[in-house]
């Protein structure tokens, strides 16, 4: 089954750092460049981040730039996504997404999203 | 900062025509923005319906069409259904790497 499972998620204070984990199973992690894209509550979605299939580009929102580091291991199958610097304006739901091949903005398979709540 | 726009409600009647729209604020919308546009249902990954500007997704029925019109894409949907009833997204590839969505549009059909 082609799945992303997203884990990592929390509740963490202004200031504060969290790792994001996405477990890719069921199809070639290696060959697709993946996404972070995130949901506030009762906001639309929003493009944060993106690495490409060999891991050696990666290019940022520029909400997030400079705080968060996306990154990922192929011989686990996994993407991270480390957040530093908390905002309580980076509350929402984080997902991972893969990307088609020659599709600059075709989100294939999303995970089901893991919630990151930053507050005091 | 780029902002995409997008209508934030619109209504349909059953069987009726509507056509949403994604714009920038600052700037013009090309098939070079490879528009996508995706329709999300409340606890269900967003279920892409449009890519490239105007390529159905595989199992899209062609009630949905993309285009470009003027200077924004936009998502033409014909005889709307009342299942069509949800939030719409567009998303656009800025060069460089980025990529950003719209707003939404939270369509109802009644």
């Known amino acids: 089954e082609v799945q992303l499972l997203e884990s990592g998620g929390g509740l963490v204070q202004p200031g504060g750092s969290l790792r994001l984990s996405c477990a890719a199973s069921?199809?070639?992690?290696?060959?697709?460049?993946m996404n972070w894209v995130r949901q506030a509550p009762g906001k639309g979605l929003e493009w944060v981040s993106i690495i490409n299939d060999s891991g050696d580009a990666a290019y940022y929102a520029d909400s997030v730039k400079g705080r968060f580091t996306i990154s990922r291991d192929i011989s686990k199958n996994t993407l991270y996504l480390q957040m530093s610097s908390l905002r309580v304006e980076d509350t929402a739901i984080y997902y991972c997404?893969?990307?088609?091949?020659?599709?600059?903005?075709?989100?294939?398979?999303w995970g089901q999203g893991t919630l990151v709540t930053v507050s005091s | 900062q780029t902002v995409v726009t997008q209508e934030p409600s619109f209504s349909v009647s059953p069987g009726g025509t509507v056509t949403l729209t994604c714009g920038l604020r600052?700037?013009?919308?090309?098939?070079?923005?490879?528009t996508s546009w995706y329709q999300r249902t409340p606890g269900q990954a967003p279920r892409t319906l449009i890519y490239?500007?105007?390529i159905r997704s595989s199992g899209v029925p062609d009630r949905f069409s993309g285009s470009i019109l003027g200077n924004k894409a936009a998502l033409t949907l014909t005889g709307a259904q009342a299942d069509d009833e949800s939030d719409y997204y567009c998303?656009?590839?800025?060069?460089?790497?980025?990529?950003?969505f719209g707003g939404g549009t939270k369509l109802t059909v009644l």
């Open positions: 998303v656009l590839y800025m060069g460089s790497g980025i990529r950003v």
């Open positions: 997404a893969n990307l088609v091949p020659g599709r600059p903005t075709h989100f294939d398979i």
């Open positions: 490239n500007t105007n």
């Open positions: 600052s700037g013009s919308v090309s098939t070079s923005s490879y």
């Open positions: 069921g199809f070639t992690f290696s060959r697709f460049a």
